[in-house]
């Protein structure tokens, strides 16, 4: 099948079909038509979605969409270029650089980007065993596609996945992120520079200065135009080193931050982390309660793991980004949830991104549904229903916490 054909089927704009169009030729040198496709095997498939803890009745209904996609020699024709261009391609691409394709939808749209992960899995198997990685911990971390596959199917009405999904598991695949226990953990990571952290020589206490050039609102949370446009009340932050002192705006360890500036001395405080220094990126799948137990036990294994296999790296901390590590949570929920408690664990900080609060409460869909439409079934819909009736809205965070601080949980930085 001629590439323009492609083109005009799936509606691609000149920009798109020169993205794609590269190694079209070396592409075209190993397709293996329409019904040689591997990764379209069922045999294939079922084999790694099992592998892949995809649910029996989720995977038929990939099948049925399947059967609509190999129906389609254009589709097929598409569907192993971007193998080729992800997976294959001298130059390769990464895949929020491929092109959308308007015209699969719902489940076929689903089934496509589901089958380009799962293309994959073979590959991450083949480097977990040159590696040397537990079994177990391939299981754990292919899985989470599965976690995935029923959030669609939960949510938009469609076993499958979506593209910015293929481009989340590509960690798992390549060995980028691995789940050990109730968490999932990336090795090659630098710390964010948005603080620097500082111990007390005499007490053993710490504290976290702001970059400089933040712009921050009256309460000390980072200043979000859309959120803040009619807040009077702003400050832009400092940060002043001498040979003998650093100078800047404190944030506390709950993530608030002082318009106040404090002084440092060098004999009495020593820099313990800072920008580009190696850490170990915290993500929290969605598979179930993550208690102080469980995220401990998890933090073990992480740094038990990564002392094994990547000792050349010297992470220095646990770091963490997400919609929970909003530090309004606080004002809103009882001291004792697990969102709370996994908060307290670390070092709060401001850190910029929209929050995914609203959809990861409520649902996908939710930000498009009026306040009152939102469901209030579980008791964080409940409060956090409330809080978006007051006029709250929802931000993100960041935290830190030190390996040399380990053991995971309790209250140590707030203790200082």
Request: one cysteine or more; glycine letters at 8%; a negative charge.
């Amino acid at each position: 099948m001629l590439f323009a054909e492609i083109v005009a089927k799936f509606g691609f704009t000149e920009a798109d079909a020169a993205l794609i169009a590269p190694g079209l030729k070396a592409s075209e040198s190993f397709f293996p038509g329409v019904n040689g496709v591997f990764f379209l095997q069922d045999e294939f498939i079922r084999k790694y979605a099992a592998m892949a803890a995809v649910k029996p009745e989720h995977l038929e209904e990939i099948f049925q969409a399947k059967a609509t996609l190999e129906a389609d020699a254009a589709a097929v024709r598409l569907l192993w270029h971007y193998y080729y261009l992800l997976y294959r391609a001298e130059n390769k691409l990464a895949p929020g650089q491929l092109p959308a394709i308007k015209q699969l939808q719902g489940a076929e749209s689903g089934c496509f980007y589901f089958l380009l992960a799962l293309a994959a899995y073979p590959d991450a198997v083949d480097l977990y065993q040159r590696k040397g990685y537990p079994e177990n911990v391939l299981k754990d971390t292919l899985a989470d596609m599965s976690v995935w596959v029923e959030h669609y199917k939960n949510q938009l009405g469609f076993a499958g996945l979506t593209s910015r999904i293929l481009g989340w598991l590509q960690g798992h695949i390549q060995g980028d992120t691995f789940r050990l226990g109730r968490l999932q953990f990336k090795p090659y990571c630098k710390f964010f520079d948005r603080v620097e952290v500082y111990r007390s020589v005499g007490t053993g206490g710490t504290l976290a200065l702001s970059a400089a050039g933040i712009r921050y609102n009256s309460r000390g949370l980072l200043y979000e135009p859309v959120i803040d446009r009619s807040e009077r009340g702003t400050w832009i932050s400092a940060l002043q080193h001498t040979d003998s002192s650093v100078t800047g705006n404190p944030v506390a360890p709950d993530g608030y931050v002082r318009s106040e500036q404090i002084t440092l001395p060098f004999n009495e405080w020593k820099k313990v982390l800072s920008a580009s220094d190696p850490v170990i990126d915290i993500h929290i799948p969605a598979i179930g309660p993550m208690t102080v137990e469980a995220c401990a036990d998890s933090a073990s294994r992480a740094v038990e793991f990564m002392q094994k296999f990547f000792p050349e790296l010297k992470h220095r901390a646990f770091v963490c980004e997400s919609w929970l590590l909003d530090n309004q949570f606080e004002q809103i929920l009882s001291p004792e949830s697990n969102i709370l408690l996994f908060q307290r664990a670390g070092y709060l900080y401001p850190y910029p991104h929209k929050s995914e609060a609203v959809s990861r409460i409520f649902g996908e869909n939710a930000e498009n549904l009026g306040i009152d439409s939102l469901p209030q079934k579980s008791s964080l819909q409940k409060a956090a229903a409330d809080f978006l009736i007051k006029g709250g809205t929802f931000r993100n965070g960041a935290m830190f916490l030190l390996l040399e601080d380990l053991p995971w949980g309790g209250n140590k930085y707030r203790q200082h």
